[in-house]
């Protein structure tokens, strides 16, 4: 182990054992809940999480009742968090370890990576932090924090991928407490050595960082250049019948796979509103006329923005039969009453669409 690396598990882990943040998951060595507080944080504010991770407890409170539960009730206890495949990986690997490890997380990062939706960062995590095993874990906080210490200023050295940055964590969660030391590594990152404005006069490690040393805080890591998100523009149709409004259930495959979504129509470049015909197609109901709604909806997904285009249509009394069924058998459809949402809830997208057509 290298003298820097003992140094700065020296100046991390009192700061971090004094000022860390009073997280949920922090209040518990238990290897499920640090496991899903770990999916649930991938690309997801700590404070969204915090709403969320009791409750998703409280409903599937260890791996067999998550194991064994649908996975249209999986993704109501998930819904709001966004990003889907998250917790279908999660049901997933839960339904792994019930059956293939007899429902209790292994202690190994290795043996870990196994469980369907484990990567490296998050058994790193959790073998680190519920089984106290020096693994080490480098996500983009952690890559950040390494970069500006060493002052690395090559790009292709900073990402968290790098293998420097994997063997320098790995020797500082072995310099103490690996629960302790990979917590402190990610809490730095997250609340001083931030993205932007690093609070270096705070920092527990300023006397060992090269990047504070040659004034390079604000330049390490190198801005990311990022290609825009491809914007796909959709109708979303809100056909009603009888003061119902039809929803229908996504593919189990793309975006937003499972859920419930007002059925969504490629709007064409420049087309001003769906049709008549292309509702038709898309729901098997007949509409008369379509009304057009001016603000769109607008998601952002991790490649794709969906910029959603609100817009309504009373079925036609002619075709009762077709409105009762929905869409001929192609999709699992639902007509839902104002303030009504089916078993297992909506995303938060569809409940934005609702209530933009006064749903
Ligand atoms: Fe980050 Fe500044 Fe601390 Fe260096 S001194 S690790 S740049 S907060």
Redesign the pocket.
Known sequence: MSEFARRVANGLGPWFLQHQRDLSWRRTRDPYAIWVSEIMLQQTRVETVESYFEGFLRRFPDVGSLAAADESQVLAAWSGLGYYRRARLLHAGAKYVASELGGALPDSAEKLRKIPGVGKYTAGAIASIAFERPSALVDGNVA??LS??QAIEDPKLQDAGAAGHWTLAQQIVEAGSPRVLAQALME?GAT???PVQ???LV????S??A??RKGL?DV?PAPKKRAPSPRQDLWAVAVRHRGRVLIERRPSEGLLAGMWCLPLIERAEGGERATPAEVAAATGVTVQAIETFAEPVKHVFTHRVWVMWPCRGEADPAAEMAQETGRKGQAETLWIAPGERPVGGIPRLTEKLLERIGY
């Open positions: 950040r924090v500006r210490l730095l001083v050595c931030t690093p609070k270096c920092c527990p490690v300023r060992e960082c990047a504070h805080q390490i």
